[in-house]
């Protein structure tokens, strides 16, 4: 849009300008994730860039940004040589294999002190930059590592790889960068639906689009596949001290690097950052294969010299496959706490992300149905996170003739008891309330944190003691001694006695907690506390009562007694009703009071403050000030109401850092919304 005629002075500096704007857009964008403008007006400001270059080509430079894309197609690509060999690494599996790795180091050099460099390992592809004076002239391929292929055009298209340096210091001489080309993960799924509209087979994983569009010969393919570029070495002319500060100095160049990576005083500090990517990695939004350990001082790198076409000092750690096979051997029914039947398949054990794992579940029975999984069928199983494994799809090319589809049974596997099916139709459940497997859910989630909270007793101590007999119902908790724990497996006569202690520590209860652990239907968390606060107050229970007190106090409540409540809608309400009409749940009652379990009223300091009484508040996102459960107790001991849901009924929506879904539904219902600023201003704490 040159609509008035400028002189090439003005021209000349226009241009000028405009080039370092872009590029200070660039950095903030790709090296720190910062979002300065939009892409509508970083998209004008090359444009009017473009035509100005246009009318006066005397001004265009290689490093301009109008240079990245434009090159012609190329007929194959040039092979050259690298300034100094592209070197691999040696791999390894175990932190054992690290270990070993250290001990050869520290006996080629025994008299020196090193630290680590840990590095993610993302799966992409690796490829050498040379900057020439601050210009990048030169791109290529690892290749054989002595001579890899020239793709320069190509990599002038990765927005995140400057094409000039930043820095006064480094306008002088050659710098090599290295580093690796990938495509985010975003950007793998939004090809791989744009392919499916087009009908075109899906590209299997990120890596291999990286590679092959990198390896195009017409630049404007490469250009079209948003690749990105992260750095992970750099050779100065000068000397740099250590791995951790040639990161620091990449991106002061202009590079991105990796935020996550770490320096690790010793291996001990390694193996935390290894066990944690190897949990979090699912998080990324890249692929990664595993980390680099690096010794850190570069001195001691250089002395340890090379072995083979590896660096001695640097090695990479291989995470553990995600994926494996297993043939379903039966498959069985889980009984949860509310009776839910779950089926899972027990496999041939197989080593899965480093540990054996011998079942995976299969979720419900429509699950089974859409992948037609049956018995003796050989799997395809994966593990995300830390969480049991589940079944992927079948190799159906495996299948035995005589597998048959699998059909869930009619009767529970523990019980006996008819099994019936929820009127939506995904879940089956057992009826009885006597179940077996029912009852020792219901014990672990009594002992566990989401009930009593009693330190120790797990679910697994609570399945010994339930199948040694020593508990049947919550009460028998209550009367265990140290001589009936002590003979169990895993006990010593310290861990009994320790045990014992914990349970007596739990003898005295407030109500919210005694309520969860019960497992009143749809009560907990926040609903418990309300629920707890409104019954204390309306039943006018003295300062500590017993289970039994607070069965008498409530036997005559009705479903709108509840509903006063203003957590507690009908349904709620009526769970609550049936819970406490319930003869077994009375018994038990009168059992929690006989064997000493007391109930101990909440001391509230109440200061009503009359803009947050009776109001009601979601949390959403980070709070600086307080922990989410500190805001809580502040809205609590102001007379107003925290919830753990949005709703029509709430009051203010408190907005911090990272907030998610609720924000949205929030938004949605119009309800108010509070900067963590504003809602101190609210509760007169600033
Ligand atoms: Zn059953």
Redesign the pocket.
């Known amino acids: 849009m040159l609509e008035k005629k400028i002189s090439k002075q003005e021209a000349k500096e226009r241009i000028e300008k405009l080039r370092e704007l872009i590029d200070k857009y660039r950095y903030e964008y790709h090296v720190h994730d910062r979002s300065l403008v939009s892409d509508a007006v970083n998209d004008s400001l090359k444009r009017e860039l473009a035509e100005l270059e246009a009318a006066f080509p005397e001004f265009v430079t290689p490093d301009s940004p109008t240079q990245r894309v434009g090159g012609e197609p190329l007929s194959e690509f040039q092979k050259v040589r690298h300034l100094r060999p592209m070197l691999s690494l040696n791999d390894c599996f175990t932190f054992e294999e690290l270990i070993d790795w250290e001990e050869r180091l520290k006996k080629l050099l025994p008299n020196t002190e090193w630290d680590y460099y840990a590095e993610l390992k993302i799966d992409g592809l690796a490829i050498s930059l040379i900057y020439d004076n601050g210009l990048l002239v030169r791109a290529a391929t690892r290749g054989d590592g002595a001579i890899g292929e020239d793709i320069t055009q190509n990599i002038k298209t990765i927005e995140a790889i400057p094409l000039r340096l930043r820095g006064k210091a480094y306008q002088k001489g050659t710098i090599e960068v290295r580093g690796e080309v990938y495509l985010p993960n975003e950007e793998f799924e939004k090809l791989n639906q744009e392919r499916k509209k087009a009908g075109l087979a899906p590209f299997a994983n990120p890596r291999n689009i990286a590679a092959g569009s990198v390896r195009q010969l017409d630049p404007k393919v490469t250009a079209k596949r948003r690749l990105s570029f992260m750095a992970w070495d750099l050779f100065l002319e000068k000397e740099v001290a250590t791995h951790a500060e040639k990161h620091k100095i990449l991106e002061e160049i202009g590079f991105k690097v990796n935020k996550n990576n770490q320096r690790c005083q010793n291996l001990a500090e390694v193996k935390k950052f290894l066990d944690y990517w190897q949990v979090h990695r699912e998080k990324l939004p890249y692929q990664i294969d595993g980390a680099v350990i690096n010794v850190n001082l570069e001195r001691a790198r250089e002395a340890l010299g090379i072995v083979g076409k590896a660096p001695r000092g640097s090695i990479a750690y291989k995470f553990a496959a995600k994926e494996a096979t297993s043939v379903i051997r039966e498959i069985k029914l889980q009984?949860g706490r509310t009776?839910i039947l779950t089926p899972v398949a027990e496999l041939d054990p197989v080593i899965l992300a480093g540990t054996t794992v011998s079942r995976a579940t299969l979720h419900n029975a429509e699950e089974i149905k859409k992948k037609d999984i049956r018995e003796k069928d050989t799997v395809i199983i994966r593990k995300a996170g830390d969480i049991i494994p589940e079944v992927v799809k079948v190799i159906l090319e495996l299948r035995p003739k005589d597998a048959k589809p699998f059909e869930m049974p009619k009767n529970?596997p523990?019980?006996?008891?008819k099994i019936i099916r929820d009127p939506d139709g995904v879940y089956y459940r057992?009826p009885?309330k006597n179940?077996?497997?029912?009852r020792l859910r219901m014990l672990a989630h009594f002992a566990g944190k989401n009930g009593l909270d009693i330190e120790g007793l797990g679910p697994k101590i609570i399945e010994q003691l339930f199948n040694a007999g020593l508990i049947r119902d919550a009460s028998d908790i209550f009367e265990l001694k140290e001589g009936d724990i002590e003979p169990l497996e895993r006990f010593a006569e310290k861990s009994a006695q320790n045990l014992v202690n914990a349970i007596a520590a739990r003898k005295q209860v407030p109500l919210w907690r005694f309520l969860a652990a019960l497992g009143v239907p749809h009560v907990g968390g926040e609903t418990a506390r309300a629920l707890a606060f409104f019954i204390e107050r309306k039943a006018k229970l003295t300062k500590s009562y017993t289970p039994y007190q607070l069965w008498q106090a409530l036997k005559d409540w009705q479903e709108t007694d509840f509903q006063e409540i203003p957590e507690v809608g009908p349904i709620v309400a009526q769970g609550i009703k049936n819970f406490f009409v319930d003869k077994e749940i009375q018994e038990l009652l009168k059992k929690l009071s006989e064997v000493g379990l007391k109930i101990i009223k909440e001391e509230r300091k109440l200061e009503i403050n009359p803009s947050v009484y009776n109001k009601t508040f979601v949390f959403t996102g980070e709070l600086k000030q307080f922990s989410r459960e500190e805001a809580k107790e502040l809205v609590r001991s102001l007379g107003g109401r925290p919830s753990d849901s949005v709703s029509s009924k709430t009051d203010y929506l408190v907005v911090g850092e990272g907030a998610g879904s609720k924000l949205e539904k929030a938004k949605a219902l119009n309800v108010r919304l509070l900067s963590e600023e504003e809602f101190l201003k609210l509760v007169g704490r600033t």
């Open positions: 009984v009776g529970c523990v019980c006996g008891s057992c009885n179940c077996f497997a029912k």
